[in-house]
């Protein structure tokens, strides 16, 4: 990767088509080589459980957490003009099966005449896991992998981290981690809801972009949580 003093420049059409030439060829940390300073510059990264123990068997989340240094931000799934959307290689137990991320909806930044979207302060993104049905009651496992993001103010550095957390296994039904419920609840009230019956289409037009969306008055009232 960048250190601190190989910069990317958020301005200009050259950030964009180095980014675009940078997905095309893989992750980014190993596209851009590795960085000798600080991995996870202006943030940092780490995993949390949302129950205090795991039972065989049975599906839980763990949060990715990101934590930002004012003035920065990390992106979201489709970045905008610019960035790249946070990668997570998960390094698991045998038999264990990590979903995809489910990704808040995040906020409009704008840097003339690019426009972006993606997450400033902290974002949570919330993967279920599934772990196989022979755990020993009262072992510990280890959950593990490395987080690769954009980080970005008026220059963009990529970051990532190793992270791991241990987790204990229980036959039994286990409570949320009562110190990070509020996130958890958070995070998943920003998560958008799907509506399988609305039918979106979207084209581009000579003038722009055509989108039309197809729902009966009553598919228009909110979902119920």
Known sequence: MYSRSNPISTR???FVL???LTALAGPLSTVLGAQEEDTSPNSSARLIPEVVAIQPGESFTVAILIEMDPGWHSYWRNAGDSGLPT???WDLPEGFSPGEIQWPYPEKIVAYPLVDYGYSHQVAL???IQPPPE???GSTVRLAGRVDWL???RICL???QEVEIDVRVSAEATRASPEWAGLFLETRDRIPKPLPAWEISAEVTETGYRLEVD???DELEPPEE
Do not use: F, K, R, W
Request: negative net charge.
């Open 87 to 89: 990668e997570m290689a």
């Open 12 to 14: 200009g059409g050259s």
């Open 135 to 137: 755990l020993e009651d």
């Open 215 to 217: 729902a009966t008055e």
């Open 18 to 20: 180095g980014l675009a």
């Open 126 to 128: 919330l993967v279920d």
């Open 158 to 160: 990529p970051a990532y």
């Open 151 to 153: 980080i970005c103010e």
